[in-house]
C-alpha cells in the first residue's frame, strides 16, 4: 500500500476520495484505486482549458459526465476547479440506480450542492443547456450516445475516451469486399471494427462542426482503452467532413448505427 500524500494535487479532497473508496479510511491508496486517481487526474489536467473556458463564457457554465459510474470524474472535476471557481454545474448521467443513490449520499455529505445525479440512459436524457460533455469509458454504443447527447445539448467541448466496442465488429462479420482481409480473424475484427468506430466518430464529430484531436490518453500501464477524443465546436457544420464519413462508411460497408443518419 503506496502512501498518497505524493499522488494528490494540490487542495484535493481527502474526505472525498475517501468517501469514493479512493483512499482507504487510513488515507493509503491501493494499485486499483492509484490507475483509476492517475486516469481521472489526467483527464482533469486535458480538460482544464476547456473548464476555465466555459468559466470565462458563462455565469453558471454545465458540465455532464455521461455513464458516470461510480462518479470519480464528476467529483474530482468538481471538487478541483468548481468548488474554488465557486459557480458552474456538474450533472452526471448513469444507467444504475445504486451507483446514482450512493453518489447522491457523497454528494450531500460533502456539502456539494451544485452537483447532480440523473438515472437513466444517456439517449434519453435531456438535461438543459450543456458547455462540455466527459465520457470515460462508457461502453460500446454508450460513447455514440454520448455524442449525440452532445448535439442535442449544443455542447461547445466533448472530450471522450471510448470502451470496448463489439457492435461494429459485429456487422463486419458478414461484410464481404476488396479490404475483407482485415476483419477476416475475430481478434483483427474487434480491433478494426473499434478502430474503424472511433475514426467515424471523430469524423461525425467534425461534420457537425467541431474541430477534433486524436491522442493518447494515459500510459498503456493505467488502462488498456486508451484512444481519447477531444472535440471544440467551431461552426455549424463541415460539409468536407460529412462527406469523407459518408465515403469511409460507404467503402466499407459498416457503421456505428447510431451515428448512421449524419444530419
Ligand atoms: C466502464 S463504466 C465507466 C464508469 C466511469 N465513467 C469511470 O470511468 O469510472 C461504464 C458506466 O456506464 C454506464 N452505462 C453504460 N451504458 C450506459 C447508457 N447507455 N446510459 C447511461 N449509463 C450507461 C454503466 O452502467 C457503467 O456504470
Known sequence: MKNAATELWPGQSVPLLKALHILTHNGGLNADSRRKLKQVQ??????????????KEKEQPVLADLGAGKSYLGFIL?????????????????????????????????????????????????????????????????????????????AKFVALVPCCQAEVARELESVKGPLDQLWRHGIQRREFGAQLTNVLRGLFLEAHGYKVRVTE???????????????????RSNLRARAEFEKLATEIGASPKLLAFSP
Do not use: W
Open 42 to 55: 489526467h483527464l482533469a489536467q486535458l480538460i482544464k482549458p476547456a473548464i476555465d473556458d466555459a468559466l
Open 78 to 154: 468538481y471538487d478541483l476547479y468548481f468548488t474554488t471557481a465557486g459557480r458552474g454545474r456538474v450533472i452526471g448521467v448513469e444507467a444504475r440506480a445504486e451507483l446514482i443513490a450512493t453518489a447522491q449520499k457523497i454528494a450531500a455529505e460533502s456539502g456539494f450542492d451544485r452537483i447532480q445525479f440523473v438515472e437513466g440512459r444517456i439517449a434519453d436524457a435531456e438535461v438543459g443547456a450543456v458547455d462540455i460533455v466527459t465520457a470515460l469509458h462508457a461502453c460500446d454504443t454508450a460513447t455514440d450516445e454520448a455524442i449525440l447527447f452532445a448535439l442535442r445539448h449544443e
Open 217 to 235: 490518453f494515459t500510459g498503456f500501464e493505467h488502462t488498456q482503452k486508451n484512444e481519447m477524443i477531444f472535440a471544440e465546436r467551431h461552426q
